[in-house]
């Protein structure tokens, strides 16, 4: 049998790039153990002490101090082994790059100050966890002490962002516009207030009327509103109104009068209510850090149903 192909600290410089003085440093750390010395003294190292090599810049690149790189090595004994930790840990660096790349694509983009560059680098480095956290923290805080339609915030807190293993640039800067969105005042004040009026509508016994409605003949209206717009038809047209007319007789209780002008505006203020065009980018960027299809925004088909209804 051969022998082991073994380097000095020069030749294992040469063929790593690290300077002699960095390698004599980590042997000396125990961080590369000599495979063996010459009669002189001098140190010797064979293949798998350079992979090792490799493993322990890594690391080192990565941040971990001295003492982190030696436990990270204490079960890496074969080459086998150390190559795999190494991939481990460039896939660690690549993760962490792609995190920092979406960062300053977004600061690019928006011009930020330090101290958003610093809010934006933290919620890119949040774990699922802490990102489904947040959501639930947001949806606690819109439905505290109200009586509401719990299988509607049921439906509405499901949908949680799930970033993959391997995020597009794109996804990571949808989770960063999501988080602030939902961080927002502004939008948290006006998802409670949508939150208040329903809760405001059920205790007063009108909810269930509406709501019943909407939830089963959304989809349909929405379909019909598109297809006018589609086919150039103004909210005035025949169809438009015959649209609202349908909307406010599903909509109305026994005691309104579904044709009178004051509660068609006051069914169009509830639409409107709900079409700020800030809810509709809520989901829109879940999908899009989920990786769910495109959907096409509701917003015209929602405007011409208001338009209809206030005729």
Sequence with gaps: MGTTATFTI????RRTGLPVKTIRFYSDEGLLPPTERTDAGYRLYDAAAMARLELVRTLRELGLGLADVSAALTKATTVGELATRHVEALDEQIRRLRLRRAVLRAVAKRGSELEEVKLMNRLASMSDEERKRLVDEFWDEIVSGLEVDEEFYRRMRAGKPELPDDPSPEQLEAWIEFAELIQDADFRALIRGMSEQQ???IKSGEFKQPADAWRDNWN???ARAQEALDAGQSPTSESGQTLAAEIA?????PDQDPSSAEFRAELADRFAA??????ERYWELLGIINGWPPFPTTRPAVDFMIAALRG
């Design 10 to 13: 020069g030749e294992l410089a």
């Design 199 to 201: 809760s405001a509508q």
């Design 274 to 279: 709900g079409g700020d065009p800030r809810a």
């Design 249 to 253: 007789a599903a909509s109305a209780r």
């Design 220 to 222: 349909a209206w929405m």
